[in-house]
């Protein structure tokens, strides 16, 4: 027989142990650093600045003290509409001021745009917007807070112009051949209440793609409703339509324009009646109209269902009124196939 036994293993040990970790350290703590706003009161057009290629400069971070070799300085940015209830990172790079120990930090406006378009607003209105910066350390890759991950310099105010972002609802139909790029769209900023001039005639349906593999609205159970697996809607006669979709209610509307004119105090007959303008293929209309002092504004069909206003390079739908150009005879011509409409206007 053989005698068995077993030897117990309570007071067994990993013969290794646990790997250990060893977090980067900054080399400075939150006072050795200061920490100043470079952005000024005026207004930061992204539009403008990516067309220029520009970046942004929101902060600089300055040593106290001479920095050790290989060290260099930088800075996390982040950005809020609500004061930090809600905040948004953005990458930044930092450019060496020139004869000091001291880093401008830079953001990209193409980023920022992207950032504030999906997450703070799709207007394309001025809005105030507040940056933060917690400094950093760098040495080649690796990086390190200054102080704690809540010491952050600011906020700093910016007053931000963002881009023009417009969601497009295409018009496929017997006017056009039923091809989406073809047809005069709707449009919006938010992706939901669509409107616009567009040229129908007979069966239509509205697409929010440039082709067929978007969704695409038909007729509804009951009039002036869509349906996504609807039949094709239709209009007679052929001819420009002032437009309306709500795409999350699934409504529409459609309204026949038959004339398009100026009206107001600036204009031959006032606010009493239209000065008549012509087009010949419905989305450029012309005339030359004899303009005093006052203001102005584009009405369809004698009416003020559908009218233009506000500025002369991007009109809307009941826009402000426009002011006069000044006395004189002008060509007018408004412009109905690009979006945003627009006027232009040539004195004679």
Same mark, same amino acid.
């Given at each position: 027989?053989?005698?068995?036994?077993?030897?117990?293993?309570?007071?067994?040990?990993?013969?290794?142990?646990?790997?250990?970790?060893?977090?980067?350290?900054?080399?400075?703590?939150?006072?050795?650093?200061?920490?100043?706003?470079?952005?000024?009161?005026?207004?930061?057009?992204?539009?403008?600045?990516?067309?220029?290629?520009?970046?942004?400069?929101?902060?600089?971070?300055?040593?106290?003290?001479?920095?050790?070799?290989?060290?260099?300085?930088?800075?996390?940015?982040?950005?809020?509409?609500?004061?930090?209830?809600?905040?948004?990172?953005?990458?930044?790079?930092?450019?060496?001021?020139?004869?000091?120990?001291?880093?401008?930090?830079?953001?990209?406006?193409?980023?920022?745009?992207?950032?504030?378009?999906?997450?703070?607003?799709?207007?394309?209105?001025?809005?105030?917007?507040?940056?933060?910066?917690?400094?950093?350390?760098?040495?080649?890759?690796?990086?390190?807070?200054?102080?704690?991950?809540?010491?952050?310099?600011?906020?700093?105010?910016?007053?931000?112009?963002?881009?023009?972002?417009?969601?497009?609802?295409?018009?496929?139909?017997?006017?056009?051949?039923?091809?989406?790029?073809?047809?005069?769209?709707?449009?919006?900023?938010?992706?939901?209440?669509?409107?616009?001039?567009?040229?129908?005639? #007979? /069966? $239509? !349906? @509205?697409?929010?793609?440039?082709? =067929? +593999?978007?969704?695409?609205? &038909?007729?509804?159970? *009951?009039?002036?409703?869509?349906?996504?697996?609807?039949?094709?809607?239709?209009?007679?006669?052929?001819?420009?339509?002032?437009?309306?979709?709500?795409?999350?209610?699934?409504?529409?509307?459609?309204?026949?324009?038959?004339?398009?004119?100026?009206?107001?105090?600036?204009?031959?007959?006032?606010?009493?009646?239209?000065?008549?303008?012509?087009?010949?293929?419905?989305?450029?209309?012309?005339?030359?109209?004899?303009?005093?002092? #006052? /203001? $102005? !504004? @584009?009405?369809?069909?004698?009416? =003020? +269902?559908?009218?233009?206003? &506000?500025?002369?390079? *991007?009109?809307?739908?009941?826009?402000?009124?426009?002011?006069?150009?000044?006395?004189?005879?002008?060509?007018?011509?408004?412009?109905?196939?690009?979006?945003?409409?627009?006027?232009?206007?040539?004195?004679?």
């Amino acid at each position: 027989m053989f005698a068995l036994s077993f030897a117990a293993c309570d007071d067994y040990k990993e013969p290794n142990p646990a790997p250990q970790t060893n977090p980067q350290e900054s080399l400075f703590k939150a006072s050795d650093v200061a920490v100043s706003g470079d952005l000024n009161a005026g207004v930061y057009d992204l539009t403008e600045l990516q067309a220029a290629g520009e970046s942004i400069t929101v902060a600089t971070v300055k040593a106290v003290a001479a920095l050790p070799a290989g060290c260099t300085l930088g800075g996390n940015v982040e950005i809020s509409a609500d004061d930090f209830a809600t905040s948004y990172s953005l990458s930044s790079s930092a450019e060496k001021v020139v004869d000091e120990e001291a880093y401008n930090i830079l953001i990209s406006p193409a980023e920022l745009e992207d950032i504030y378009f999906n997450n703070i607003s799709t207007s394309p209105d001025e809005k105030e917007i507040k940056v933060r910066v917690l400094a950093k350390t760098i040495i080649g890759k690796q990086e390190a807070i200054i102080g704690g991950p809540t010491d952050f310099a600011g906020p700093y105010t910016m007053k931000v112009k963002p881009e023009v972002r417009y969601a497009y609802l295409y018009t496929p139909g017997a006017t056009n051949d039923w091809n989406q790029t073809a047809s005069r769209p709707l449009y919006c900023l938010d992706a939901i209440h669509y409107s616009g001039y567009t040229v129908l005639g #007979g /069966e $239509f !349906k @509205f697409s929010d793609a440039p082709n =067929w +593999d978007g969704t695409n609205y &038909g007729e509804g159970e *009951e009039p002036g409703t869509l349906s996504t697996d609807g039949g094709n809607l239709s209009v007679s006669p052929e001819g420009l339509y002032w437009c309306t979709a709500n795409v999350e209610e699934l409504t529409y509307t459609t309204y026949y324009v038959s004339t398009i004119g100026v009206i107001g105090d600036a204009t031959p007959n006032g606010w009493n009646g239209s000065t008549a303008l012509t087009s010949d293929n419905y989305l450029v209309w012309k005339g030359v109209v004899a303009f005093g002092e #006052g /203001e $102005f !504004k @584009f009405r369809a069909n004698d009416a =003020w +269902d559908v009218n233009l206003g &506000g500025k002369l390079t *991007e009109l809307s739908q009941g826009g402000d009124n426009i002011p006069s150009p000044g006395e004189g005879t002008y060509e007018v011509t408004l412009d109905l196939s690009k979006i945003p409409y627009s006027c232009t206007l040539v004195k004679q």
